[in-house]
Nanobody, 116 residues
Framework: QVQLVESGGGLVQPGESLRLSCAAS????????VGWYRQAPGKQRELVAT???????NYADSVKGRFTISRDNAKKTVDLQMNNLNPEDTAVYYC??????????WGQGTQVTVSS
């Protein structure tokens, strides 16, 4: 079983930055694809960024050049550095650890609000 604890959300103004962090328990972290997803009110959950066990990254087009995902297998953490935030980035952000269909874990979510 994997438990995920997210931190770092909050309220910021447009153009500012935030860093989200997710700490995982369990032994599968280093072998998993890990990432961040988000869900805005009235919208479906969408991919923000992922990083594979081999270090390959994937970003949503809307965040390319602004967000950076990183992982630390020794600490079992995955971080999301978010720069130049805009109101369209407002959402609940969820950490995800995926190994297989049966081993797919989600955090509880952390709110990010971008507003002036």
């Amino acid at each position: 079983q994997v438990q995920l604890v997210e931190s770092g959300g909050g309220l910021v103004q447009p153009g500012e930055s935030l860093r989200l962090s997710c700490a995982a328990s369990g032994s599968i972290f280093s072998a998993a694809r890990v990432g961040w997803y988000r869900q805005a009110p009235g919208k479906q959950r969408e991919l923000v960024a992922t990083v594979t066990s081999g270090g390959s990254t994937n970003y949503a087009d809307s965040v390319k050049g602004r967000f950076t995902i990183s992982r630390d297998n020794a600490k079992k953490t995955v971080d999301l550095q978010m720069n130049n935030l805009n109101p369209e980035d407002t959402a609940v952000y969820y950490c995800n650890v995926w190994v297989s269909i049966l081993k797919n874990y989600w955090g509880q979510g952390t709110q990010v609000t971008v507003s002036s």
